[in-house]
């Protein structure tokens, strides 16, 4: 039975570089776990994870076995051809491989494979203990880790992400004998750096995590992740509001503290005049506090700092916290003022001097391409088209702003306040802030239809743009963030359920650029390329949904995809060949279309238009053509009010004379005249089953 102990790894630094932080940690994990495992070590790690603070990376396990199992060789010698001589004696192929093994010749074994008789060397060994395993487990596991700028200390030649003070490998209750980074192995750790000055002393690994808890440091992140949040929780509930957690400012937060403890403060309410999402930004991004929000999501002036420390004097940090945030915030204000003073037709002039991309002007230029196209998509959707025109031709303006210039991440966000000033219509306000949605991987898209006409209207320029001008994305270069755009312009008409012909109107973008390709073929390739590039986004984005690729390619390669379609309606019919997919006539009726197709590619001429019932000879032909018939007149208006769904439920009820006509027709026959009737049937009965996609792709 193998004997298992607990095993414990820890490696003391200076701070380490916080957004990097959790990555370090789960690859020195990892590096230990895979370094047992090459070596054959068995290990338990139930409840095992990445533990860290700021100044160390730790890994426990809760069993980890004292050695290796038997070490078992075998290496393959010269075959017996080779071996021996005529004699039987050996040559010196098989001389030299015994020597290397350092046995003699006639201890080796044979063993046969399809080449003929050869030698073998088999050899078993005892397993190393674990012990004299770790040092170099844990070399490897350094060396994999990602440290692009290792940081040399001293006149030492080696380097890691921070200097190493530190280092604690327990193997049970016994020290093992290690060194790394001029760092001897010991059982001794550090405690908080102000409030535990001692050594903590672990007498196992199990006492790792309780030992640092009693020295005011929290070595599990999840621990402290919780802790910060009910800390943060209570004091804005006590500020009488509600705290915004940003998750990213939490993972920050949470990699620069030991022990965390929330901190309440205030400013002068003066400051919440200006937009306050100028004032959670440098919150967040400079100092990593946390907001307070009413009830309704409006800032208060409280606001909740995280410090490293349970300090004997709060009122001095506090003090300190809301001393280093008034500068920001003074900054802010004097911006929003200057701004407003400037005015929105101000800035929007200064656009024209500056420079959007080389090949397609400036910035300006883009906002009347844009301005056109939402006027345009306006048009199509229901929206007033000069209100979409004057709602584009402001949504650049605040780029010119002196908040946007500090701040960058206002965008949209600033000119929705500065149009709202100056008493523009509040639609017009909000969607020019909309334009810019969904910002981010999981964002909502613009809630007002105004807006998403805007935020359509940006994409379809920025993406015939970016092809336009020969900056389609390679490999993990997306200077344009073209994936990004195409994504954001599927998720908007998709979840907006508007009815944007997407061919049409990228072909349009594409007439409205600076440089485009000269010639009708030239300029739909351009429009293919953009469209099939926008379709690519698409797969992905109905991947996560759970949808089939099989399903999705239904669809794509249905024969209704045409310069009307728009990516709406294509959701429609993914939705509802999702619904077709479960119905248990799916299979047979995908089975046979795809039957269908590929009788129908073989033909040689072309298939009669009509189909001429005198010809039939069979009764199941006849029944057939009956049932096509009366699926035909019966889904006609469900295709026109576009209810696939009952489309497809429709065209299922097929099954039983499908079926019969394979079973008792032959297509193929010599009389030219039958043969070419019977295809005009199948292509009759093909094209209304594709209607809504091509279900042949759903054939196992």
């Avoid at 890691?160 to 093992?176: M, T, Y």
């Amino acid at each position: 039975m193998t004997t298992m102990s607990p095993l414990l790894i820890e490696l003391g630094t200076e701070e380490l570089p916080v957004k990097a932080l959790p990555a370090l940690a789960q690859a020195f994990f990892d590096g230990i776990l895979d370094g047992l495992a090459k070596r054959g070590v068995a290990f338990d790690r139930e409840g095992a994870k990445p533990l860290y603070t700021p100044r160390r990376l730790a890994v426990r396990l809760p069993a980890v076995a004292l050695e290796q199992p038997e070490q078992k060789s075998e290496v393959l010698g010269p075959y017996l051809n080779i071996a021996l001589d005529a004699d039987g004696q050996p040559t010196k192929a098989l001389q030299g491989f015994a020597a290397k093994a350092g046995i003699d010749w006639t201890t080796l074994e044979k063993t046969s494979d399809n080449k003929g008789e050869r030698f073998v060397h088999r050899s078993v060994k005892p397993g190393a203990s674990t012990a004299a395993l770790l040092p170099e487990i844990l070399r490897e596991a350094i060396a994999a880790m990602p440290i692009p700028k290792p940081m040399r200390w001293g006149d030492h030649d080696y380097g890691f992400a921070r200097p190493v003070h530190w280092l604690v490998i327990l193997l049970g209750k016994d020290v093992v004998d290690a060194e790394l980074f001029g760092a001897r192995a010991d059982r001794m750790s550090r405690g908080h750096r102000f409030m535990h000055d001692k050594p903590v002393w672990f007498s196992t690994p199990e006492d790792y995590v309780e030992s640092l808890r009693g020295a005011k440091v929290l070595v599990d992140p999840d621990e402290r992740r919780e802790r910060i949040v009910l800390e943060v929780t209570d004091a804005a509930r006590t500020a009488g509001g509600v705290a915004r957690i940003d998750d990213g400012i939490l993972e920050e937060v949470n990699g620069l503290t030991e022990w965390p403890k929330a901190v309440a403060c205030s400013f002068e309410r003066e400051f919440l005049a200006v937009p306050q999402e100028a004032l959670i930004a440098t919150m967040e991004a400079n100092q990593k506090f946390f907001p307070v929000l009413d009830g309704d999501g409006k800032l208060g002036e409280h606001f909740i700092g995280i410090a490293n420390i349970e300090s004997k004097d709060e009122s001095e940090v506090r003090k300190g916290y809301e001393r280093v945030i008034r500068p920001r915030f003074s900054d802010a204000k004097f911006f929003f003022v200057e701004d407003m003073k400037q005015g929105l037709a101000s800035m929007n002039d200064g656009l024209a001097t500056v420079k959007y991309q080389d090949k397609l002007g400036t910035i300006a230029d883009k906002v009347a391409r844009v301005a056109a196209l939402a006027e345009a998509v306006a048009a199509q959707v229901g929206v007033d088209p000069a209100t979409a025109r004057r709602a584009a031709e402001l949504s650049k303006a605040d780029l010119q702003s002196r908040l946007v210039g500090e701040f960058p991440e206002l965008q949209g966000i600033a000119g929705r306040y500065y149009a709202a000033v100056e008493n523009e219509p509040l639609d017009v306000a909000h969607a020019i802030d909309e334009a810019y949605m969904p910002r981010f991987a999981g964002d909502a898209i613009a809630p007002s239809k105004l807006g998403q006409v805007l935020a359509i209207a940006e994409r379809l320029d920025t993406l015939a743009g970016g092809f336009a001008a020969g900056l389609k994305p390679t490999g993990n270069k997306d200077p344009f963030a073209l994936r990004r755009n195409a994504l954001g312009l599927a998720r908007t008409q998709i979840e907006g359920g508007l009815d944007v012909p997407l061919a049409h109107f990228v072909s349009k973008a594409l007439e409205l650029q600076p440089i485009r390709s000269t010639g009708s073929q030239n300029q739909a390739f351009g429009m293919f390329e953009v469209c099939e590039f926008i379709f690519d986004r698409l797969e992905g984005y109905y991947t996560e949904r759970g949808v089939p690729p099989q399903q999705f390619a239904s669809v794509r390669l249905g024969s209704h995809s045409r310069e009307d379609e728009s990516l709406a309606n294509f959701d429609r019919r993914i939705k509802a060949i999702a619904q077709f997919a479960n119905l248990p006539e799916a299979q047979a009726l995908a089975a046979a279309n795809k039957r269908i197709r590929n009788i129908l590619k073989k033909v040689e001429g072309e298939i009669p238009s009509n189909v001429d019932t005198s010809k039939f000879t069979e009764d199941a032909e006849r029944e057939l053509f009956q049932v096509v018939d009366a699926a035909i007149a019966d889904t006609d208006p469900l295709l026109r009010s576009r209810d696939y769904v009952a489309v497809l439920g429709r065209l299922a009820r097929l099954r039983p004379q499908v079926d019969a006509f394979f079973d008792g027709v032959m297509v193929n026959v010599d009389d030219a005249a039958v043969r070419n009737n019977r295809l005009a049937l199948l292509d009759r009965l093909s094209d209304r089953l594709g209607s809504v996609a091509a279900i042949e792709h759903l054939s196992i």
